[in-house]
């Protein structure tokens, strides 16, 4: 069996750092304005291209650009720009659903990848999008079975996409879903007149609701007013099946999450899919990576519609049902490099010994672990407050835009 690439989000170099360091195999990423998370993170600029594409090689992991909005003929010199100039970073794919920005691509002769918004449920239209592009993600809609038809399909008749290869087709495999079909929606602009469409989804499906009969003014009563925001996705626990329906890229969703949520989940799915590979996935180690899961942002859980459920599960509260979260602390000051040690400046909120702390930063990348040791005010101390230096031994760089957090349970904790 061959092993499934693990696909990385990344909406800053704090999350691409992340994804680095816990195992991808390639990221995906936003840059500018066209690209479906506009809004929701920070996203880089035509500048940084350069520097994701060198970063990536040094680890051997692909690059796929985002350009998977609706395009209007203003954006059209924009996109071309775009695609230029990453392929001149020798940026690996462009992934796209607008026929320009797929005509542009390959006219750059540029590898494209095929977005989830076309919403490909079947054979025939992968063989229609084959003259374009390598890489197909299937609609989210479909069921595992479904899946391992196309594939054993596009293995049977040999169908290859333009660089020669058999194509490959990507899923999604954990994160944030959407009650639309494919994540095409258009309630964001309908409602306030901004399109999800075009990355800017104000998310008015994760708000509470009431049904009302407008006739006789009686309203309905719910189990559950957040009708329309499912619970995330979640594959890890029978990631066996997803294999097994041949899949080729595996995408975990989240460039608007924190680069913590990016390493916790990367790492996780990185060793579950490497024990399906050589044999050694188990419910025990489902266990195990399921706490580590839960403890990032998350709606709770379920697993789409590949095992055939027919309705969806839905969010019960608002937000995160993470059992933990960060408190900041304070920022970096300065690293010794032959000694190895830190240098932090309190800033808010205590510090003991035996705290899990987290830091962050673009090159930092997420380094979660627990305070062994430290020294405050250049003395040896169990406890830092608010004015305090700290200096701890750290194994890796820290700068000066780094940020220190403290890792604290919150209520969803057992």
């Known amino acids: 069996m061959q092993k499934i690439e693990l696909m990385a989000p990344a909406g800053n170099f704090e999350s691409l750092q992340a994804a680095l360091d816990n195992g991808c195999d390639s990221v995906y990423f936003g840059v500018e304005q066209l690209n479906m998370r506009a809004r929701a993170s920070i996203n880089f600029t035509l500048d940084d291209l350069e520097e994701i594409s060198n970063r990536c090689k040094a680890k051997n992991v692909r690059t796929y650009l985002t350009l998977n909005t609706i395009i209007?003929?203003?954006?059209?010199?924009?996109?071309?720009?775009?695609?230029?100039?990453?392929?001149?970073?020798?940026i690996s794919a462009v992934i796209a659903m607008d026929q320009a920005v797929i005509g542009i691509a390959r006219e750059a002769n540029m590898e494209v990848h095929i977005s989830t918004q076309i919403n490909i449920t079947n054979i025939e239209t992968v063989k229609f999008y084959a003259m374009f592009a390598d890489t197909m993600v299937l609609s989210r809609e479909l069921s595992l079975r479904q899946v391992k038809k196309i594939t054993e399909d596009i293995e049977k008749n040999q169908i290859k996409g333009p660089s020669g290869r058999l194509i490959e087709v990507e899923i999604f495999g954990h994160g944030a879903l959407c009650m639309a079909v494919s994540g095409k929606c258009?309630?964001?602009l309908h409602s306030t007149n901004s399109s999800a469409n075009r990355g800017a989804c104000k998310q008015n499906c994760r708000k509470k609701y009431t049904v009302i009969d407008q006739e006789t003014g009686f309203e309905m009563e719910l189990d559950n007013?957040?009708?329309m925001s499912p619970k995330d996705l979640c594959t890890i626990d029978f990631l066996d099946q997803v294999a097994d329906a041949g899949i080729k890229v595996l995408k975990i969703e989240g460039r608007g999450r924190a680069p913590e949520y990016v390493a916790k989940v990367i790492k996780?799915?990185?060793e579950a899919i490497d024990d399906v590979a050589n044999g050694t996935y188990s419910k025990e180690k489902v266990i195990g990576w399921m706490l580590e899961l839960e403890k990032v942002y998350n709606r709770g859980f379920w697993n789409g519609y590949y095992l055939g459920q027919k309705l969806g599960e839905w969010s019960k509260e608002s937000g995160s049902h993470a059992t933990q979260k960060k408190v900041y602390l304070g920022k970096g000051v300065h690293y010794f490099q032959k000694a190895k040690i830190g240098e932090f400046k309190i800033e808010a909120y205590d510090l003991a010994v035996g705290d899990k702390i987290l830091i962050t930063g673009p090159n930092t990348g997420a380094q979660e672990m627990e305070l062994k040791e430290m020294f405050v005010n250049d003395a040896p101390s169990e406890k830092a407050t608010k004015g305090d230096e700290i200096t701890i031994k750290l194994d890796f760089r820290i700068r000066r835009s780094d940020k220190l957090y403290k890792i604290v349970k919150t209520e969803f904790a057992e």
């Open 72 to 90: 209007y003929d203003h954006d059209l010199s924009i996109v071309k720009t775009l695609i230029k100039k990453a392929k001149e970073a020798n």
């Open 186 to 188: 258009y309630m964001s």
């Open 225 to 227: 007013e957040y009708i």
């Open 268 to 270: 996780s799915y990185r």
